[in-house]
């Protein structure tokens, strides 16, 4: 069974921080071969150390990433990827400025090889509220902010405290319930919504603090540490796939993101993946050698729903 290629599509409005969040990840990739498209090639600005080669429209890293303009045919771009002779490991769509990053998923979505793992939107927090009230970017930031599985409040070192609150406010209340967090210099860690395969997520995201394999805390990466937490357990035990698809229904608020690969029947095996408001529940080959079930948990540190994870997963 052929995996498919996990999808994530970053939006935001003209400086919100789309770009630095992409340099950020690709500085970060740690071996994972990341596909990154954008409609502005020069804007990103990867460091120089990064670069490998250039032809053309595409830019390879000496990490294994490349970094595609996507001109305007996305489809062909994808279409690129997906036949890409070394496989990929995720591929990252950057919508332009002004366009609707769901638009964009659907046309991932379209394709069978492609799994979309969400929608990212990064909104100015010292900007948002001002621009909002701007008749002619309404509309923008509102369909922008709609298709958004996860909402990163960006810059929030450079609002003043009634320009963060005001942010806060009109994120709640144009998308009330999507999860939202607040940064400074884009600071998402790769796991989050990357699509990072399974069998390397928990060397990413935990660090020298995991001590229990039933349900333990780990940093999802150095710098983040102050921001977010992990949870990570090894069930021994069958979970029905019936029983996990309801679960991911009424995930315990204070999860942003979850995969994992679980026994949900005496020889099957199930990819469990959850990111922002969406979870999905796909058939997945039996772990090889000796490697056990496992799952792993993202959220803010101190929200993340510890309890209620280790009572579904490991009771």
């Not at 279409?79 to 950057?94: G, H, L, N, R, W």
């Not at 793992?117 to 909002?132: F, H, K, N, R, T």
């Amino acid at each position: 069974m052929k995996k498919r290629l996990p999808l994530t599509v970053i939006g935001g409005f003209l400086g919100a921080g789309k770009t630095t969040l992409l340099n950020r990840w690709l500085r970060e990739a740690n071996g994972l071969r990341m596909a990154v498209l954008v409609n502005d090639f020069g804007a990103l600005n990867i460091d120089a150390e990064l670069i490998a080669a250039t032809h053309g429209d595409t830019t390879a890293l000496t990490n294994g990433c490349v970094c595609c303009q996507i001109g305007d045919d996305l489809g062909r771009a994808l279409v690129e990827v997906i036949d890409a002779k070394t496989p990929f490991d995720a591929v990252v769509i950057e919508a332009s400025g002004v366009s609707d990053p769901w638009r964009i998923a659907q046309i991932g979505m379209a394709a069978p090889e492609l799994s979309l793992e969400g929608v990212i939107v990064l909104v100015d927090a010292s900007a948002v509220a001002q621009q909002a009230k701007d008749p002619l970017l309404a509309d923008t930031l509102v369909r922008q902010l709609k298709s958004a599985d996860l909402v990163v409040v960006n810059k929030a070192d450079l609002a003043t405290a009634d320009a963060l609150a005001g942010a806060l406010a009109w994120v709640e209340a144009t998308a009330p319930g999507t999860p939202c967090i607040e940064t400074t210099e884009s600071a998402v860690p790769l796991a989050l919504l990357s699509g990072v395969p399974h069998a390397d997520a928990a060397p990413h995201v935990c660090g020298p603090g995991c001590h229990d394999h039933h349900g333990h805390h780990g940093h999802a990466a150095p710098d983040h540490g102050a921001l977010f937490e992990t949870w990570s357990a090894q069930p021994d035990a069958v979970i029905p796939a019936a029983t996990l698809r309801a679960w991911l229904r009424e995930v315990p608020p204070g999860v942003l993101r979850l995969k994992g690969l679980l026994r949900t029947g005496e020889s099957d095996w199930s990819e469990v993946q959850f990111a922002g408001r969406h979870g999905s529940l796909r058939k997945a080959s039996a772990p090889a050698g000796d490697a056990r079930a496992g799952v792993v948990a993202i959220g803010l540190r101190g929200r993340l729903p510890d309890a209620a994870l280790k009572d579904f997963f490991v009771p």
